[in-house]
């Protein structure tokens, strides 16, 4: 059975966990107490992942990190939520890779410093993030004023990426996409309505922690 | 012929271009006015690339968008510095990954502020990147401190995903990886000694401009 290393808080792994639940394909979780500082320990870095970060996926023997990759090897082994041809593919990791790069990076960032960092953030550092984040989100926000899903009308692994951290709630963040990015928030329902879907803080384990700043 | 949409001082062009020389791939370039502005038109948004990023490449009629969507599509073209198998696609696509969400990503943000933004960097969103660009940096360095490419022993796309910035000269950063990150800088110095290597300025048209800040 694969195992997903994972915590609660974070979106990343939750766009995989969210994934198998969808495809019905069985897993465990197996806890990350990123929190206090297992990811930046030598024994995380040297033994299970030296870009020091979560997810990580076991399965069969083999180590996988980075959720778009567990998130294809999914999609290609269940043949759900994939690409129909070549050019979709393309496409679907287009979206994936601005997620990476801007979408989730900026928001997962701004979130943790606001929320969970170990020290109150530095006002002109979150003035700097959330001007990131909103161009990230606006893009989104703008693509999704004309469709249901990412790519071609339907839910894809594209959407399972980009919606990582859109479920957590707005205290954590501070600010409502209710309010801020209608758009986003519509395609949030859409994906909460579906049949398999749970809540990051039910699917994960770890506890909850109140915003600290 | 491959028409791509970059200008000089793009270092994820430049990482598509080089590819092209590296792979002797027939392209033209076309000049984008980005430090004016350009991309952040309606007109390149809705027309050319709704994620207002650079590169964008036509093909055969098809616009394509994202370095990491281009290399990978070069790759399969021509049979060049791809993926051997499955799992090593897998293992380049993890590393390209990492490049657009750490190490070229908060790299090329960093580079920006120093020396082409519109205003002064605030100190203390500059102190805040650079501890980012250090420790995506120091992830790199330590993979090539026992290997001469990132996967495989040889050049692959993943070289050349993550190289993009990494030619262009240090004043524009504020320091040099020569002394910050040796192996990353051997490892520099090996993709240049191929035998198509351009510099950056050569390579894609616009004019440099000195560091203002």
């Known amino acids: 059975m694969k195992k997903l290393h994972c915590f609660c808080q974070s979106g990343n792994a939750y766009k995989v966990a969210l994934a198998m639940e969808f495809m019905n394909v069985p897993w465990q979780p197996v806890f990350v107490d990123f929190m206090n500082g297992q990811t930046r320990d030598t024994a995380w870095r040297d033994g299970v992942n030296p870009m020091g970060e979560v997810p990580v996926m076991e399965d069969n023997g083999r180590v996988i990190t980075q959720s778009t990759v567990m998130l ?15 050019d979709e593919d393309d496409e679907l990791l287009r979206w994936m890779l601005f997620d990476n790069h801007k979408f989730t990076a900026n928001f997962a960032t701004y979130r943790f410093m606001k929320s969970f960092g170990p020290s109150a953030p530095d006002p002109a550092v979150m003035k700097f993030m959330r001007s990131r984040v909103d161009a990230a989100y606006g893009i989104v926000n703008k693509h999704l004023s004309t469709r249901a899903f990412m790519v071609g009308e339907r839910l894809t692994i594209a959407d399972l990426s980009l919606c990582g951290y859109v479920f957590y709630p707005p205290e954590e963040c501070g600010f409502d996409i209710r ?4 758009n986003i928030f519509a395609w949030r329902e859409r994906i909460r309505a579906q049949p398999r ?3 990051p803080y039910d699917l994960m384990p770890g506890e909850r922690i109140a915003p600290k700043w």
């Not at 294809?72 to 129909?84: I, K, Q, W």
């Not at 309010?179 to 209608?182: A, C, F, L, N």
């Open 72 to 86: 294809r090897m999914l999609a290609r082994e269940t043949g759900l939520f994939g690409a129909r041809d070549g």
């Open 197 to 199: 879907w749970q809540d």
């Open 179 to 182: 309010e801020t990015h209608p």
